[in-house]
C-alpha cells in the first residue's frame, strides 16, 4: 500500500514561503492552496468523483459576488463593489492575548513569562487586522489557509498533486455539508457500530439511514466491512442501494476510545478501492495519540522533549496519506488542540471536492470567525511557528498521557472486573468500559437484595463499593 515517505520539512516550507514573497491578500481576497503548497514532481492526479456528487452539490457555481475576489488581491485596487464595511468606523481598536511562549507551556508559566499578542485594527503582518474583521472568503483568510495547507503537506503530504484544504467553522458543520454533498433522500452510510451521535443525528433528518460496522479494539472489523458490502441486498434496508460512502473516526474514536493502527487502515482502504467507497476521515483526536502504557513518569517527561520528527513518526498515518485516488475527504480541526469556541476547522480533499465545499461555504456560513482567524494567526503563525505548534502538540500528549493513567488507574480501582472490562486507550478522550450485565436489571437487584437485606444474588464484586461495607 503506497504511503508519503519523504516528509517535506519545516525548513522546505519556510524555503518555499520565502521564494513565493510577501502575501498579498486585500478584503475577502480569495486564496488556494495550489499558492502555498511546495511543489512536488511526478504525483499523478486523482480519479473525479464526479459521479458521487448529488445534483444539489454538482450545480453549485462561484457566488456572482465572489467571482470578483480574485481581483482584490491586487496591489492599490481600490474595491467599490459588494457592501464591505469601512474598517475606520469597527469599534474595536485593538485584541490582546496572553500566550504561551514554547517550550514552557504550563498555565504557570504563561501567568509569569507569557507573550502578549497585540492585534491591531491595521499593524498586523500581512494586513490581517482590519481583513479579519470584514467579510472574509469561503477558504477561510489566506494568511490561515496558507498554514494550515502548510502543516497538511508537513504531517500527511498527499500522495497526489491536485489536493488542497479550505477551512470550515468545525468538524460538525464539515460533516452536515459532505452529507450535502455526497448523499440523497433514501441512501445508506456506513460508519462505526458506534460512533459519534451528531453524525448520525446530522444525517437522519437528511432521509439518510447510517448502517454500523461491528467493532473490535482497533475499530472497524474489515472483513466484516467487506462482507457488509458483498452480500448487501436493498430489500433488507428497506430498498437502499449498496451504500459507497463510509465515516470513521480512526483515533481515539468517539466513543469507544478505539485507534485503527496503520495495517487496520490499509486494510480498510484495500476494501474502499474494491467497492469504490469513499471516506470521510474524521480526526479530531489525530494529535493525541498517546504514549505507551504504563511507562514511568520520568520516562514520559523525557519522550516529552522530543523532536517534531520523531513525534510525527510515532503517529498512525491518515488515511490522506495513503489515499492514491482521491477517495477521502479528511476533516482536522483545532477544538480538540486549541479550543472548541474558536470554531475553526478545515478539511483536506481533491481540488474538485475541495471547490466544491469553497461554494457551499460562500453561501452559507461564509467563513469561520475573524476574531477566531486572527488571533489562531498571531499565535500559531506569527508567535509559535509550524515547530512551536507542533511543540504544544507533543506538550498535549504527554498531558493527555498522564490524565490517561489516572482514569485507568480509577477503573481498576472502582470498576470491579466481574462487571466490566476496558481497553486502554491509544488516543483521545475516551475510556468506553464494556459492561458483563444489564445495569437497568442489576441496579433493581441490588436495590431489592439490600431492601430485603438478602446480598447473595448480588455479584460480589461490587458489594463493597455498592453499600458501603
Request: glycine share 8%; charged share 20%; net charge negative.
Amino acid at each position: 500500500m503506497p504511503q508519503s515517505t519523504n516528509r517535506i520539512t519545516i525548513d522546505a516550507v519556510l524555503s518555499w514561503r520565502e521564494r513565493s514573497g510577501k502575501l498579498i491578500a486585500g478584503v475577502a481576497a480569495s486564496a488556494h492552496s495550489d499558492s502555498f503548497k511546495v511543489p512536488g514532481d511526478g504525483k499523478p492526479v486523482a480519479n473525479s468523483s464526479h459521479h458521487r456528487i448529488n445534483p444539489e452539490a454538482a450545480s453549485r457555481t462561484v457566488p456572482s459576488i465572489k467571482s470578483a475576489a480574485k481581483y482584490l488581491a491586487n496591489p492599490g485596487l481600490i474595491s467599490l463593489g459588494g457592501g464591505l464595511p469601512t474598517s475606520e468606523y469597527f469599534p474595536i481598536h485593538h485584541l490582546e492575548a496572553k500566550v504561551p511562549l514554547p517550550p514552557n507551556f504550563s498555565e504557570a508559566n504563561t501567568r509569569e513569562s507569557g507573550q502578549i499578542l497585540n492585534v491591531g485594527k491595521y499593524d498586523v503582518a500581512d494586513g490581517l487586522g482590519a481583513y479579519a474583521l470584514n467579510y472574509g472568503p469561503g477558504t477561510g483568510s489566506p494568511q490561515m489557509l496558507r498554514f494550515v495547507t502548510e502543516h497538511t503537506q508537513i504531517v500527511h503530504n498527499p500522495l497526489y498533486a491536485n489536493w488542497g484544504c479550505s477551512l470550515t467553522v468545525g468538524n460538525t458543520s464539515a460533516i452536515d455539508m459532505a452529507y450535502r454533498m455526497f448523499t440523497q433522500r433514501g441512501d445508506c452510510i456506513l460508519a462505526e457500530e458506534y460512533t459519534f451521535a451528531t453524525a448520525i443525528e446530522a444525517a437522519l433528518p437528511m432521509g439518510v439511514s447510517v448502517v454500523g460496522i461491528k467493532m473490535d479494539s482497533e475499530g472497524i472489523i474489515p472483513s466484516v466491512l467487506d462482507h457488509t458490502l458483498t452480500n448487501w441486498r436493498p430489500q433488507d434496508h428497506g430498498g437502499a442501494t449498496k451504500p459507497w460512502l463510509l465515516y470513521t473516526v480512526p483515533t481515539g474514536q468517539n466513543p469507544t476510545g478505539a485507534t485503527q493502527g496503520k495495517q487496520r487502515k490499509q486494510d480498510i482502504y484495500i476494501i474502499a478501492r474494491k467497492h469504490d467507497l469513499y471516506i470521510i476521515e474524521d480526526d479530531p483526536y489525530y494529535f493525541l495519540q498517546m504514549q505507551p502504557c504504563g511507562e514511568s513518569r520520568s520516562v514520559l517527561h523525557l519522550e516529552r522533549d522530543t523532536s517534531y520528527n520523531v513525534f510525527l513518526d510515532a503517529l498512525v498515518p491518515s488515511f490522506l496519506s495513503m489515499d492514491v485516488d482521491g477517495r477521502v475527504l479528511r476533516l482536522d480541526s483545532f477544538s480538540k488542540v486549541i479550543a472548541p469556541g474558536l470554531r475553526v476547522a478545515w478539511i483536506t480533499a481533491s481540488t474538485e471536492i475541495v471547490n466544491l465545499f469553497i461554494h457551499h461555504s460562500e453561501v452559507s456560513v461564509q467563513t469561520p470567525s475573524g476574531f477566531s482567524q486572527v488571533l489562531l494567526h498571531k499565535l500559531l503563525d506569527e508567535s509559535w511557528g509550524h515547530e512551536g505548534y507542533f511543540g504544544w502538540l507533543i506538550n498535549l500528549r504527554f498531558e493527555y498521557t498522564m490524565r490517561r493513567e489516572v482514569i485507568l488507574q480509577a477503573c481498576e480501582r472502582y470498576l470491579p472486573k466481574e462487571v466490566a472490562s476496558w481497553n486502554p486507550p491509544a488516543a483521545g478522550m475516551f475510556v468506553s468500559p464494556v459492561t458483563k450485565y444489564n445495569f437497568k436489571r442489576l441496579k433493581l437487584t441490588m436495590q431489592l437484595a439490600l431492601d430485603q437485606d438478602q446480598l447473595e444474588d448480588a455479584p460480589q464484586g461490587i458489594l463493597e463499593d455498592y453499600t458501603g461495607n
